[in-house]
């Protein structure tokens, strides 16, 4: 009788166990962001989050939903994927509203002092249609940055409808994949190099992401995982690592203060 109860509470301890470590897989992902997107709402300041780290995970989970494809994988990773890329456009949305929101405010500064009336004021829009790349992943509205998430998907589920029959090219969009996610962080790395300070970041977000990545490359290397999964894992942790020292270093030896009105399109060469 004893071991039977003792059974079923090992049963009930092991499937409350699985229920919660798959709630950490799907949502666990988008937890780093929350106090990014509360520093970004309360301060109205967007300056600090380069968004171009929304375009890495975007692209990184759009790639691993058309590898499933062509290689299975667990239900939960599909999740995960979708939930992250709603976040990320979430992320977008705040961005660009608080960003024109601040070049509005300051052309109406600029025009202070003249006759120009409140009405008067615009800001140049920047259109993903315009197809300029002077201004790629720094457009005015948040439908151009969906316009351009759908053509992306459009294309790359074509290409892989026409190649899906190719081994090299599954295993190459599973790599692509994961080292796409592996550079996550190099976005926020320049962006706070091109600043000469790290503030406007969340330091939360990122000790977060250290936490994760080092948990999960320890998991590749116990489990035996292929190669790109652990390579890319340290990678992501050595990134992780340096944003930190990039925290500590700005902070013991403040930079030069620079204008914050250099466009983050430069930050394209990070990816």
Same mark, same amino acid.
């Not at 692209?59 to 999740?79: C, D, H, K, M, P």
């Not at 002092?113 to 409140?118: E, G, P, Q, S, V």
């Not at 790629?136 to 459009?154: G, H, P």
């Given at each position: 009788?004893?071991?039977?109860?003792?059974?079923?509470?090992?049963?009930?301890?092991?499937?409350?166990?699985?229920?919660?470590?798959?709630?950490?897989?799907?949502?666990?992902?988008?937890?780093?962001?929350?106090?990014?997107?509360?520093?970004?709402?309360?301060?109205?300041?967007?300056?600090?989050?380069?968004?171009?780290?929304?375009?890495?995970?975007?692209?990184?989970?759009?790639?691993?939903?058309?590898?499933?494809?062509?290689?299975?994988?667990?239900?939960?990773?599909?999740?995960?994927?979708?939930?992250?890329?709603?976040?990320?456009?979430?992320?977008?949305?705040?961005?660009?509203?608080?960003?024109?929101?601040?070049?509005?405010?300051?052309?109406?500064?600029?025009?202070?002092?003249?006759?120009?009336?409140?009405?008067?004021?615009?800001?140049?829009?920047?259109?993903?249609?315009?197809?300029?790349?002077?201004?790629?992943? #720094?457009?005015?509205?948040?439908?151009?940055?969906?316009?351009?998430?759908?053509?992306?998907?459009?294309?790359?589920?074509?290409?892989?409808?026409?190649?899906?029959?190719?081994?090299?090219?599954?295993?190459?969009?599973?790599?692509?994949?994961?080292?796409?996610?592996?550079?996550?962080?190099?976005?926020?790395?320049?962006?706070?190099?091109?600043?000469?300070?790290?503030?406007?970041? #969340?330091?939360?977000?990122?000790?977060?992401?250290?936490?994760?990545?080092?948990?999960?490359?320890?998991?590749?290397?116990?489990?035996?995982?292929?190669?790109?999964?652990?390579?890319?894992?340290?990678?992501?942790?050595?990134?992780?690592?340096?944003?930190?020292?990039?925290?500590?270093?700005?902070?013991?030896?403040?930079?030069?203060?620079?204008?914050?009105?250099?466009?983050?399109?430069?930050?394209?060469?990070?990816?």
């Amino acid at each position: 009788m004893e071991d039977e109860l003792f059974d079923q509470i090992l049963t009930v301890f092991n499937n409350l166990v699985a229920w919660v470590a798959a709630g950490a897989m799907v949502f666990g992902g988008v937890v780093p962001y929350i106090p990014q997107y509360r520093d970004i709402r309360l301060t109205q300041n967007a300056e600090g989050f380069s968004t171009y780290v929304c375009l890495v995970l975007l692209v990184a989970n759009i790639l691993r939903i058309l590898f499933r494809f062509g290689r299975y994988f667990e239900t939960l990773l599909l999740w995960q994927s979708i939930i992250m890329i709603c976040t990320m456009l979430i992320m977008l949305n705040l961005c660009t509203n608080v960003r024109m929101a601040t070049e509005l405010s300051t052309k109406r500064r600029s025009f202070l002092a003249t006759d120009i009336k409140d009405e008067e004021v615009r800001i140049p829009k920047r259109l993903f249609l315009d197809f300029d790349w002077n201004y790629f992943w #720094s457009w005015s509205r948040f439908v151009d940055y969906v316009q351009c998430v759908l053509a992306f998907t459009l294309v790359a589920a074509y290409i892989t409808y026409l190649l899906l029959d190719s081994v090299l090219f599954v295993e190459t969009l599973g790599f692509l994949a994961v080292f796409t996610e592996a550079m996550l962080g190099t976005p926020q790395l320049y962006c706070n190099y091109q600043n000469k300070s790290t503030e406007g970041m #969340s330091i939360k977000m990122v000790l977060m992401w250290t936490s994760g990545d080092t948990f999960k490359t320890g998991y590749f290397l116990l489990t035996q995982a292929p190669v790109q999964f652990w390579i890319c894992g340290l990678l992501q942790v050595f990134v992780d690592i340096t944003i930190l020292f990039q925290v500590y270093y700005y902070s013991r030896y403040p930079q030069k203060p620079v204008s914050h009105t250099v466009s983050h399109t430069t930050s394209a060469k990070a990816l």
